[in-house]
């Protein structure tokens, strides 16, 4: 190993410390220098995305990859280091659930309940009381409750219409809850939300979800197209690269498709 590779595996050793709020591992192993090296050396030091904006890509793909002791220090870092709220991470966890999946999101929740507990046993106090789950923000008349959700998928989805409510998947799950609840709740910001939606679809290889979240996100100015980028890059290092190359391919797709509707949108504005 030579003087250069030393110092830069000395400062992955000081990232991850500062990432993870834990020391890092000292094995020698490939993998454990490799990680150190490149994704806390470099990945996690990149500008563009800030490290509040990497956890949320982060406890995405690791929910979604079934590895336990990742999630469970990515979910303590997230929440020990202050950059994730104990109300953020459990909204996270909810919609994870609608884009990952609810069986996954099940062992997410618990693994936040442990180690917010551990968290607060640290600290010598005890659990706070969670927040009220009510009121709502939503309407709880179920004709309001629609008309919301029908106008929340097109606004989030920078999309003129809207699905029919004509069977239970589209009517009583994506206009009613997701986009009539989930999308709406106070607890994450919409960035955020894009951040965990646009990894979850990454990696669960549906053709139109992944065009038509790629594309919302950036239609909307939510994430720019060089905080996109960075997302594919993080996305890649936790989640893996075949996945990510395929998620570049569509960045690089739907930045065309947007460049040619907002040019399209300025020729008209201007006619």
Known sequence: MTILDFDRLERGRRAFAEVMTFPAPRDASPATSSMLDFVYAEVWQRPVLTRRDRRFVTLACVAAADAEVPLRDHVYAALNSGDVSIVEMQET?????VYGGWPKASR?????????????????????????????STPSDPEARLSVGEQSFKDINCLPYAPARDNPYQGAGILNFV???????????????????????????????????????????????????ELALHFAAYYGWPKAAHLNDVIGSQKRRVLAEWDAEKRADGA
């Open 93 to 97: 966890v909810l919609h994870f659930a």
């Open 179 to 229: 986009f009539g609840e989930m999308w709406l709740r106070p607890g994450l910001g919409m960035r955020q939300r894009r951040l965990v939606t646009v990894a979850c679809v990454a990696f669960q290889d549906a053709p139109y979800p992944i065009l038509s979240h790629v594309y919302a996100a950036l239609k909307s100015r939510d994430l720019s197209f060089d905080e996109m980028d």
């Open 108 to 136: 997410f929740n618990m693994v936040v309940d442990e180690q917010w507990e551990r968290i607060n046993g640290e600290r010598g106090r005890p659990v706070p009381p969670p927040a009220s789950l009510l009121p709502l």
